[in-house]
Structures are given as C-alpha cells and as structure tokens.
C-alpha cells in the first residue's frame, strides 16, 4: 500500500485535470491521487473516471455539488485516514503548485507534521500575479499571523503535506471554514496543538487555463473567522495569566 495520497479538489478543471495527474505521478511515481469533484459541469469528473480506468493509482471521490474547498478537504482526509494512508498532500489542479517540490516535502515531512508550500519564506514567490492579489495575500497573511499569534508565515497556502498522526489529533468536523481560511484554520489548529510546522520555499505560479475560483465572500470569510478566533486566543491567554 502506497504510503502517499495526494488530493486534488476540482470544479471545472476539465482542461488542466490530465496534466496535473501526469506531473504529480513523474514527480512521485508511487503516489495514488484522488480527485475531488464537486460535480463539475465541465465533466471534470469524467475524465478522472477514464483515467483511473487505466491507472490503479488513480480515482475520484465524485461530491453531489459545489461545497467549497474545507468541505472537499474534509471528505479527502476522511478516505485518507480510511484508508490508511501515512501521508496527506493537498495541491491545486491548476497547475499554480509544482508537484517537482513534492519529493523535498516528503523528506521534510519525515520529521514534520505539516510541511507547507510556502511563498513568503526565504526562496519562495509568487510569478504572474496582479499587484492587488500580491497586496491582498501579503496583507492578509501578515493579518492572520499577528491575530493569532503564529509563527508560520504563509498560513493560506494550499500546497501542504500532512502526516496522518497529525491529522486524527483534530476532530476535524469542528473545522468548519469552506474557502481559503480552511487552510488557515488547519494550520493554526495543529500548530496550537503543538505539532511540528515546517515551511518549504515554492514558487507560485498563476493559472493559465480555467478560471480562479477566489471571489470576495472568501476574503470575507477569512477576515472574520480570523478576528473572532484571534479574539478568542487572546481572551484565552489572558484568563490563563490571571
């Protein structure tokens, strides 16, 4: 049994789905990748269903619709730890995250227990990105880190390694976020849990087929779920003081 699943959550990806696949199995061979999808009306889930016809490393986890990304991740870790697999990786389907990085972040996960793809560590970046989507992720990344009181500087990555041990440390249907702050809250729960957090410098790169999935009710959302949990951290520190 294969000691490695990567997810891959998707909603309309029918023209990058093949790729990815492609690139994920000639960085790590062994790895099985299970596809999420939402029920792509592109037929996105289809053509996972033809791939994994021909490849036993490969299948789908077809979601009756569009639930957002915690919700996808959420169901994805279940079928991991079913399953028993050992290591956990989460990765876009768009290309934006370089399956080539993910052998360094195996190794690095032999002694972490979340290792993140990081874009705003020394040797990381982004390529391709419009000045305000740079100052929205920065700023918000930078928003998140103090009001939590974290020391991990990309907390909204979506390109990770999870350990397994890790992830049934965390009841993980109190993980509520849907959109980009799931990666937040993930993040931050194991690291206030005391998990080990290592960070791995990628670079980031903007799709260039299909379209992004970011919009402003997930902005919203982070900004609000992160107030209140940063609120709570810090009533809670201080209670411990007293």
């Known amino acids: 049994m294969p000691e490695t699943v990567v997810l891959v959550p998707t909603y309309n990806e029918a023209a990058s789905i093949r790729a990815i696949i492609q690139r994920i199995h000639a960085a790590v061979p062994d790895a099985h990748v299970l596809v999420l999808d939402d029920a792509s009306p592109d037929g996105t889930g289809a053509i996972v269903d033809s791939i994994a016809a021909e490849d036993a490393r490969v299948a789908v986890l077809h979601r009756p619709e569009k639930q957002g990304l915690g919700a996808a991740y959420r169901a994805g870790f279940e079928y991991a730890l079913d399953h028993g697999y050992e290591r956990v990786v989460e990765i876009d389907a768009d290309g934006s995250h370089d399956p080539a990085e993910l052998p360094a ?7 972490a227990d979340l290792v993140i793809g990081s874009r705003w560590v020394a040797g990381g970046g982004v390529h391709d990105w419009p000045r305000h989507r740079l100052a ?4 918000g990344n930078r928003y998140a880190r103090a009001a939590l009181g974290s020391a991990i500087f990309d907390l909204t990555a979506g390109f990770r390694v999870y350990r397994a041990n890790a992830l049934r440390m965390l009841d993980l249907e109190r993980v509520s976020s849907q959109g ?4 937040v809250e993930m993040a931050w729960r194991l690291e206030h849990a005391g998990c080990t957090v290592t960070e791995h410098p990628i670079l980031f790169r903007e799709r260039t087929v299909g379209r992004s999935k970011m919009h402003i009710g997930i902005v919203a ?11 709570q951290h810090r009533l809670g520190r201080g209670a411990r003081r007293r």
């Open 105 to 111: 972040m195996l190794r690095a996960a032999e002694t």
């Open 180 to 183: 980009y702050c799931f990666q």
């Open 221 to 231: 959302e982070a900004l609000i779920r992160v107030t209140g949990w940063g609120l």
């Open 136 to 139: 929205v992720s920065r700023l």
